[in-house]
């Protein structure tokens, strides 16, 4: 589909325009079009850094929906465009997130925990009544019963929940195959790779979280194009990451204090930017936006729960 080009420039509103405007140099083009075109478009302007985000930051950070207002209407030649933004924003996020040890599941920890319980425990239960120093071979070989009878019991199963599982069919065996591989590892091993796992595949399933909530926006607001819900999508959810990796700084903060009360107001500030973003966006009455707010948020939540399900099922398929 190849849109008429307008008949003025939509950034600058000159009218000596042909395929590019001469006067600020954007392309002349309608944006509002099918979310596919509107990838395109996003990917050939590129995902470098340029001026353009410096002038982005502040009406990104503090006037809600100004740039996916801005940017459906066609002034995008000022702007970074909101698929650079949103990458960026998660990049960031998850780049400070790794550094700092999340998000994860933090399972090697736990494991690393368990062991040293477990050899602890046994060291104590292998000293003599008499006092004297236990024998280290023996802590040792007791030390080694207690891990690997702790890390077997989890995910060894039974018999007949192997044979069962194997009568299901070729999923079944498939699942079985995976289930005894998994169940041989010691338990450092499998939290190394469940860990390694989590941390690849969560930000992938997160960037499906944005056309999950186009759609949820597209159902809630109608005779709207499907782009312009991903834009607004692309926004809000770059500013999550920009929240969340400013929860992860607070966390430096030197006063406990401080950086509980820092965390609480920018978890606020989401809520916030959702609904002063909507009622920019959208141009509804405060009752409906509200209203219309919880009710998407309720079925993003789904959609979330559902998201980190996946992240924990590709987990243990890809560990």
């Not at 801005?70 to 960031?92: I, Q």
């Not at 010691?186 to 595949?201: H, I, N, P, Q, V």
């Not at 312009?228 to 030197?254: C, G, K, N, Q």
């Amino acid at each position: 589909m190849t849109p008429e080009r307008p008949a003025t420039c939509l950034n600058c509103g000159s009218d000596r325009v042909g395929a590019y405007c001469p006067d600020c140099g954007q392309r002349n083009v309608d944006l509002r079009l099918p979310a596919r075109a509107l990838v395109v478009d996003a990917l050939e302007d590129g995902l470098s850094l340029d001026s353009r985000m410096s002038r982005t930051a502040v009406p990104f950070l503090f006037r809600p929906g100004f740039l996916t207002a801005e940017w459906n209407a066609g002034r995008r030649a000022r702007y970074s465009s909101p698929l650079r933004t949103y990458l960026l924003a998660s990049a960031v996020f998850f780049l400070s997130a790794g550094l700092a040890g999340g998000p994860g599941p933090r399972l090697v920890r736990g494991a690393l925990d368990a062991d040293r319980a477990a050899e602890a425990r046994t060291a104590a239960g292998s000293a003599p009544a008499d006092g004297r120093e236990p024998d280290a071979e023996v802590v040792a070989a007791e030390v080694h019963e207690v891990r690997e009878a702790a890390r077997s019991l989890p995910l060894a199963g039974t018999e007949e929940s192997h044979r069962q599982l194997r009568e299901a069919g070729i999923l079944g065996r498939l699942a079985d195959d995976r289930w005894k591989e998994l169940a041989s590892l010691s338990g450092t091993e499998l939290a190394t790779r469940m860990d390694a796992a989590f941390r690849d595949w969560i930000p992938r399933v997160m960037f499906f979280l944005v056309p999950a909530a186009a759609l949820i926006l597209a159902a809630l607001w109608r005779r709207r194009w499907l782009s312009e819900h991903v834009v607004f999508s692309l926004h809000l959810h770059a500013f999550a990451f920009t929240v969340f990796t400013a929860m992860l700084l607070a966390r430096l903060l030197p006063w406990p204090a401080a950086a509980t009360t820092s965390r609480a107001l920018l978890v606020l500030c989401l809520p916030a930017y959702l609904l002063a973003g909507l009622h920019r966006v959208y141009g509804q009455g405060w009752g409906r936006t509200v209203l219309k707010a919880a009710v998407g948020s309720i079925l993003y939540l789904v959609a979330l729960v559902v998201g980190l399900v996946g992240v924990a099922v590709l987990a243990l398929v890809f560990a």
